[in-house]
């Protein structure tokens, strides 16, 4: 992507009000609202604002928050996460590694198995839809 699309004069130009509202200032989107909460397509979800590839369709599943939940990201080093003490609660902050962007959250009430059986982390990586963009699997 180009450097230019990455500056704030850019991404601002680029995204959507709300886009960049959650992405560059920590906001979230309502829950049941976003393009990927009921999303069950197979593919790769990105960052929306550098294309950084985040999390796979694979470990995607449905939390009842109205939010995209995965059990993990596509490899440990594709989020970055920090203590995020806002809101009055102590949570994790997700953030994409390559741009700095704010995603969402992490939290430790995810599913230990996925429906299919395989195993899970218990995580819950609750990520906005406006901080996605999707890549169907061809």
């Given at each position: 992507?180009?450097e ?22 920590k ?11 009921a999303?069950?397509d197979?593919?790769?979800?990105h960052?929306?604002a ?20 995965f059990?993990?990201?596509?490899t440990k080093?594709r989020v ?7 809101e009055?609660a102590?949570?994790?902050e997700?953030?994409?590694?390559h ?13 230990t198995?996925?429906p299919?059986?395989k ?7 609750c ?10 699997e061809?």
């Open positions: 992507m180009n230019n699309n990455l500056s704030e004069e850019g991404l601002r130009k680029r995204l959507t009000p709300e886009a960049y509202q959650v992405l560059r200032e906001g979230t989107e309502a829950p049941f609202t976003g393009k990927y909460y999303t069950k197979k593919g790769v979800y960052c929306a550098c294309g950084f590839d985040l999390f796979s369709s694979d470990q995607k599943y449905d939390s009842g928050t109205g939010w995209p939940s059990t993990d990201p596509i080093e970055a996460t920090k203590p995020d003490m806002g009055g102590e949570r994790t997700v953030i994409c590694p741009c700095g962007s704010h995603l969402g959250h992490v939290f430790e009430d995810g599913p198995a996925m299919d059986g195993p899970a982390s218990g995580k819950r990586y990520i906005n839809s406006c901080a996605l963009s999707f890549e169907e061809k």
